[in-house]
């Protein structure tokens, strides 16, 4: 759902449709699975819960109602992820350690979080904050699936999250090229609805001719690519990329065995059709150097998909449907399946300024090193994307279910 | 117990025992607690239920049942050690990550083993692989508890395993001395009863004068020597342990805070006349030499012990008394409380022969770069230890309940 | 000297000042010092020289003289850099194992290769190339000279390279801020002259007014922000580099010691008023962000840039004054002193195309990961740098001679 | 020369020829080869030459002239080796960074130190030291060999220490055995003559009955156990070795290419008859198992070699002679060519007490994790080794000239 909440009651239905989702979304697992943690850049799914738990509680509970007492003193410090001003806090590398609180103690906390969150909800000055961390929960959610995927990938038993179910993806034709004339147009947020601080101010860019296709790389494409010796040629890499490459001999996406992919729902034969994904920025800029073609930049994408309904295709839905996704499945328009890489550096636009206090650190401090991914992909949840939306990750990572989609000079 | 098998009823008898104590050890964790892996030196405590049970499904049903069927194909990869012979494995560093199989099923999977090895009972050829599996079952019974106590001393919340009972140690006087007046002696494992490999062939060795303390040393004696800057003082060290204690600017026993203590009822309070433990050969060896004292090697220590009562201050006993440990509490005996460093590293004894085939890589394949500790531990399982018994670690290794008696020549 | 070199005797003589440049600088260093290389970054003297010279052996005599012999079969394995279409090569962190060939033997090569060079000043086509010759072999001169500034800095005796002449700085009073209007302008190299592929195409850019400081942030300034507790506030640092911070417990440019810098010349007395220099884009940033203003694009300084002299400032001049550099001084105008930081990722411009060939390595692919750097330093030979020039390191390297210049909105 | 020092001028001619050969193994190198460290174990030539001087300027000198300054203030910081009692010093892994001073000046500094210790010759109650740093420069005239030869070996081109003369090893037949009854015998450093400390005190020992080889192992033969496929039967291997065969892929000794062996002439044939060397001890250890035999232990070593000629294969002899070496050939007798691995662990003899102030740290404090070595090699000078010298090395360490001679029980 699009958070757009209303002071009073509709905030707070919104409210307890997100944190339902991501009960739901824990559903399937044991105390084990929602305890281990497979790599530092993944959290264990009880952290997940527990982290947005504590959003709410320090942020709101205990910044705004003075009768409130914390659920644990010693809490904070385990599901603080990185804000800095809120003190010292628990390493990341060690999030799998935590076999206590389990589970069924972090769903108490929620609980009584939630509860106590019912006086808040009629104060209009902090709704922005409750939609802030509505919006913050929703990404965990995303985390938490792609988390899982990951840390079942690692057991060589390859269980699965849900039995999936859908049909396979319908027959992926030629690229067709949606184009733009170039020149100046506005990008970034603007206008009302909630959207994060790195999405704006709304700014002019000016473009150059260019094409974007209409649909993004597949498996079959994908497959052609290391069939041609891809991931052996050194001139279709970026230096950094072709380390990458060598460093653990990797010669395709994360989770391609065979003819064969791990998903949601255990190892499944791959769709040829289907969009590719995990893949890492390196991948995908060396399969356009080798298509002939190039990445777009995140305003290109913006600019194209101002106006598309950024929900067609989503998967994540209420959480009585929620069985049925998370797997690329080749939407229409430019939002749904994978995150797409661009070639743009997530860098502040020009005049962003970070808000002050802990949830200044929401965004502003990633900007180095990473790359702006723009859409939103099979597991981002009903209402959370738009086409300001600048999402960014390593240019190495993978677990995200990130894809491609071609642009050219016009 | 001492396993002394008999043929038939009583060799079943033990097995059960033995069987039965491992699920009480496992009794007071979840399904999370049995997962977690914290160091890649420990294994989760589901493991060791897991590859004890292997160990009997491989050695003994596979190998001598016609007709058994593994109770899955996958596990034999994720539950054997470090078997060669036995094909590939799991990772040792990855088994942390396996949230699947459940604790239940693991359970599962030991009670159709147990059923399963009932024919076998009365076969008197496979009675010596039995009595291994059940000292190897026993071995993993102390991995198991040092395992999950590091495990929980990583929780910034430090849980506890078990509320531990019992009282403060004794009052710790001066060191009283055992005294040897050298000459020529046999050790090694001879008689009747199990021994491993290792302990054998039983030979003669040549002594000179020297003497035992009779007590283990204190944590006030050791909280003395961190008072007097042992942790400071190159000079009492070893050149791989000054490297050891700056590389991680050590200074105290594994699981000291202040003046307290981690152990498996949590953090407590350090009793000052109990054995210190948890501390490496490096730390062992400086503390000899800062008392003007030195280690004894593994054959002064044996000739003094032949003839005592090995499980003489033995904590870890029938599953219904399980609770009662496992904590040093300074015991009378040379036995108990810890495991005690030796200056002797763990190399073959004269003639001695590995076995042949898988088995065969229980124990020789490890004498290299490891130190030979004797005795047995506050957690090392009735009737598991004897004079001869030779454990052994890497020395800087200290979650094992390591202890430190001194010696000196004559 | 600015290579604008003319077909014939014109381009000889460039190519004979350049090479004798690079000679000059070799000139205070013995065989031992133009061996040791003292990180994976920095390469020996000895390497710079004869890597430089294998580019005109491979790219020209090799590629152009159908009668030239290498000189040596093995050389090219160890001289070639990272031109993956040249094959195998030496590995990069080994280079300062090559105590063999010596320094004498690498001025060797240099004289053959430039006496085969003779017959090709007069071939039109060949002029680009021999025009990259160079401008790659200028580059290797500033390298050259902060690499062993790196490698005597890790000497305990902190040699000195050459004593160093020259004054201190000018007073640096207040900043004072160069306004732009805003608008669109060009950027990039266009006309004639020689410029890396890197630099274009030229093209059309929209900018928002802004400010750019008139001088270098000075040491007297960092030490301030140093004093502040610059260093230790996690709120000013991007997350990369609060890490990068914590991780080595840094608080200083690379090269402080309380009051001194280690400078070609040894250790010194740190000047106030020179412009501070071997900072991080990490430590640039977070500067910024204390002093309440943000780093330039590379445009923003590119548009303001044109039309100034880019040698103004130059140091590093003919061999016969080559010892009165390479310290900032405090110069004025954009140019000189220090490479300063953008907060522009280094990304190719709209419509960038690699050249084929080995020689399309030299640039684009490092398009990830890095920043761009503009301007020039007190250690870039004199005609080397232009307004559209793009230098471009990891935001953790410093050992180059980067500084910073302040913006801000207008 | 075995040194046997009388005060006076035997004493100082015995110093002069042990300070000469050292400066006459240099004499092939070039500043840069005497300046490179090719890894951690190793040091460079330059620094052996000033770490021996460093010796003899601290403990004589420095201790026992009140007159004497020292040549430079900073120099023992640099050339300390590891000698805590002396304080702070150079890290190690950070020698290959001293250009400077160059070999000229350690040179001056030798000649320096050497004039200074005129007077100390007559002094009797200083004769021990003496001998202590003549024995020390002795060792590390055999480091130096092995270091310049780890050296060059990383040098694509090969280069050659000196171009070694020498005719192939003598046919090597089937080995024959020297039978030892067992009983007790005395083992260790007794009478008159130099001794390390650790090489006492002498004790006795009880044998079991065994039998050693009359010859080492042979390239040829372990050119069979290669092919055999000796490096890929994790059987053979102790379970470290096998970790470490693993780690790198490793399938030969140190040195070995297709049929050439690295040597300090360069790359050569590699003759079969010649004693294979650069073995680690894990490889010593899987090839005796996969040969049916084990290692012997250093005391069956001593007490067989008890008696015999150590200088007997010594290449390492007076300069004027110094090129003739050092490669193994194939010596009869029980030393020369390798040393020679054990079964033993480096650990103190009973009653050890290691000397008190710095000089103490020169054994004790390496006894723990190494392996005991015994006899000489081709690189030990002549009088530098006995029957009862423990050399000691760790057990993946093979840049030494490490070899192999069988043992069996009897």
Same mark, same amino acid.
């Given at each position: 759902m699009r958070i757009e909440p209303v002071v009073g009651a509709g905030l707070r239905e919104q409210f307890h449709e997100v944190r339902r989702l991501s009960e739901a979304l824990v559903a399937p697992l044991s105390d084990a699975d929602a305890t281990i943690q497979s790599m530092t850049d993944a959290s264990p799914a009880k952290w997940h819960l527990a982290h947005t738990t504590w959003f709410f509680e320090t942020f709101l509970l205990r910044d705004h109602r003075d009768d409130y007492q914390l659920f644990s003193d010693d809490w904070p410090f385990l599901f603080n992820s990185y804000y800095e001003a809120e003190g010292p806090r628990h390493a990341r590398p060690e999030r799998g350690m935590l076999s206590r609180p389990s589970l069924d103690e972090v769903r108490d906390y929620r609980a009584r979080v939630d509860a106590a969150m019912e006086p808040l909800f009629g104060r209009p000055e902090l709704v922005g904050l409750i939609e802030l961390g509505l919006n913050h929960e929703q990404q965990h959610q995303e985390l938490l699936?792609?988390?899982?995927?990951?840390?079942?990938s690692r057991n060589p038993l390859g269980p699965a999250y849900r039995e999936a179910g859908g049909g396979a993806a319908p027959s992926a034709d030629g690229i067709g090229w949606r184009e733009h004339?170039?020149?100046?147009?506005? !990008?970034?947020? +603007? #206008?009302?609805?909630?959207?994060?601080?790195?999405?704006?101010?709304?700014?002019?860019?000016?473009?150059?001719?260019?094409?974007?296709?209409?649909?993004?790389?597949?498996?079959?494409?994908?497959?052609?690519? !290391?069939?041609? +010796? #891809?991931?052996?040629?050194a001139s279709l890499w970026?230096?950094?990329g072709w380390s990458w490459v060598k460093q653990d001999s990797r010669e395709a996406p994360l989770y391609w065995r065979d003819d064969e992919e791990f998903t949601l729902g255990g190892w499944r034969s791959r769709d040829d059709d289907a969009p590719v994904t995990h893949i890492s920025y390196y991948e995908a800029d060396a399969y356009a150097t080798w298509a002939g073609y190039r990445l777009p930049t995140e305003h290109e994408w913006e600019v194209m998909a101002q106006g598309e309904d950024a929900d067609e295709g989503c998967q994540l839905d209420d959480p009585e449907e929620a069985d049925s996704f998370a797997h690329p499945r080749g939407s229409a328009g430019l939002f749904g399946d994978c995150w797409q890489w661009t070639r743009s550096a997530y860098l502040p636009y020009p005049r962003f300024r970070a808000a002050d206090g802990a949830v200044g650190e929401y965004n502003g401090k990633f900007m180095s090193g990473q790359s702006v991914l723009k859409g939103a992909s099979c597991a981002t949840p009903r209402g959370h994307s738009r086409a300001s939306y600048r999402n960014f990750f390593y240019p190495q990572q993978r677990w995200q279910f990130t894809g491609l989609r071609l642009a050219r000079d016009l």
């Open positions: 699936l792609t988390d899982i995927k990951h840390a079942f004339p170039g020149g100046i147009a506005q !990008v970034g947020h +603007g #206008g009302n609805g909630f959207a994060f601080d790195n999405e704006g101010p709304r700014h002019r860019v000016l473009f150059e001719p260019f094409a974007l296709a209409d649909r993004l790389v597949t498996n079959r494409e994908w497959a052609d690519f !290391v069939e041609d +010796g #891809g991931y052996r040629a970026l230096s950094d």
